[in-house]
């Protein structure tokens, strides 16, 4: 295939709730390294797709106040590369946006749209599946939701369910389940009919400009109304002016609940979120005793078994007689906590958030 005509869309905005303290709301996830490697979790992503992708065909779609970050992580990349979203309102507008975007500059593209925050495993079986997934969506007009093996009863995932198969380790899509509990978790495993959604989608960008003007009219017709091609400050003044009024909604939930045309493709190359600090604790290394550090802070366990450690490098931390839990500390905000709920966390950072003011998130 041409990979020439091949896009990518890293989606680059969200603040990280679930991997608070460490993530910030003036600097989230997505700009951290957590595996010690020297590149963050953009620049990993941004590594991984600029395999087989175009540099210049690799979009960031951020924040406006994350901008500078990411020029200041991607200098490979074009200012005009950078899709700004004034307010933050979840992947879908994001996503659709920037599609948007591609398609007025560029027209009939190809796209891989991705989260910043996922760990791979095997990048090069990852860019075969993704080359495959690439071509049916310029070659079909649907949408492929890219579905991983599910290993655990993950309740922390989505989970797809593969209706007809339809050939390539391609099925129609059945139904979806979002965070299902533990119960039905399980039940998912042992049927072997479901695969956990991965959160990366391919599709053409005429594809999702028909389904937007089903499902977001108000967005397609704003770019459909802008018959001339649009310069840099006029797409920026364009946002401006019309994306705050356009609905806070997943990427996920809008593709698998509401689109038809979409298919789900297994793979197997090795795949986690690492958007919470229950997944990173899965990804890390780790002891004999299965805890993990993950900065190089001095750690002294003594019978502490399935603990996941994030502290500034000057600290000697010395971890008795716990089991599964947090210990993690950013810019004078320590949290101690059962490690088994992401949601936990989120919550406690809400209420921090409440009580004691906006600079602890």
Same mark, same amino acid.
């Given at each position: ?42 620049? @990993? ?7 087989? !992708?175009?540099?210049?065909?690799? %979009? #960031?779609?951020? $924040? ?12 490979? !990349? ?11 309102? @979840? /992947? ?77 380790? *391609?099925?129609? #899509? ?7 509990? *533990?119960?039905?978790?399980?039940? $998912?495993?042992? +049927? ?5 959604? +991965?959160? *990366?989608? #391919? ?41 705050? +009024? ?12 509401? /689109? ?9 190359? &090795? ?16 002891? =004999?005793? %299965?805890?993990?550090? !993950? ?12 603990? *996941? ?8 931390? #010395? ?8 210990? =993690?500390?950013?810019? &004078? ?29």
């Amino acid at each position: 295939m041409n990979n020439a005509n091949n896009f990518c869309i890293i989606l680059a905005g969200g603040i990280g709730r679930r991997l608070w303290p460490c993530s910030r709301k003036n600097h989230p996830k997505q700009f951290l390294d957590f595996f010690g490697s020297g590149r963050t979790l953009l620049q @990993s992503t941004f590594d991984r797709y600029a395999k087989f !992708i175009p540099t210049e065909h690799i %979009y #960031v779609s951020t $924040f406006s106040d994350y901008v500078d970050l990411v020029k200041e992580q991607l200098p490979q !990349i074009n200012e005009t590369q950078i899709i700004a979203e004034p307010v933050q309102l @979840s /992947t879908a507008p994001a996503a659709a946006w920037t599609c948007e975007v591609i398609r007025s500059r560029h027209g009939n593209a190809n796209i891989v749209l991705t989260p910043a925050d996922q760990h791979i495993i095997n990048e090069e079986r990852f860019q075969q599946q993704m080359l495959t997934a690439l071509d049916h969506a310029a070659h079909n007009a649907e949408f492929v939701a890219i579905g991983i093996k599910p290993t655990t009863p993950n309740t922390g995932y989505g989970y797809i369910q593969m209706g007809e198969a339809k050939g390539n380790k *391609l099925a129609e #899509v059945q139904s979806f389940t979002e965070k299902p509990d *533990l119960q039905f978790a399980e039940m $998912f495993i042992q +049927s072997e009919e479901f695969l956990w959604n +991965s959160g *990366l989608f #391919v599709c053409n960008t005429e594809t999702m400009h028909t389904m937007l003007k089903t499902e977001i009219p108000q967005l397609a017709e704003i770019f459909d109304n802008t018959t001339n091609a649009l310069n840099p400050e006029q797409e920026t003044a364009l946002a401006q002016q019309h994306y705050p +009024s356009l609905t806070h909604q997943s990427l996920d939930l809008l593709l698998l609940e509401k /689109t038809d045309n979409i298919s789900v493709m297994a793979c197997d190359f &090795g795949w986690a979120d690492v958007g919470a600090w229950t997944e990173l604790h899965e990804v890390e290394d780790k002891d =004999a005793n %299965y805890n993990a550090v !993950i900065t190089p802070t001095k750690v002294l366990f003594d019978n502490a078994i399935g603990n *996941l450690v994030c502290l500034p490098d000057a600290k000697l931390a #010395v971890i008795s007689e716990l089991e599964g839990y947090l210990i =993690a500390e950013k810019d &004078g905000v320590l949290i101690i906590c059962p490690n088994g709920d992401a949601a936990m966390v989120r919550r406690l950072m809400t209420e921090a958030q409440m009580k004691l003011g906006e600079e602890f998130v």
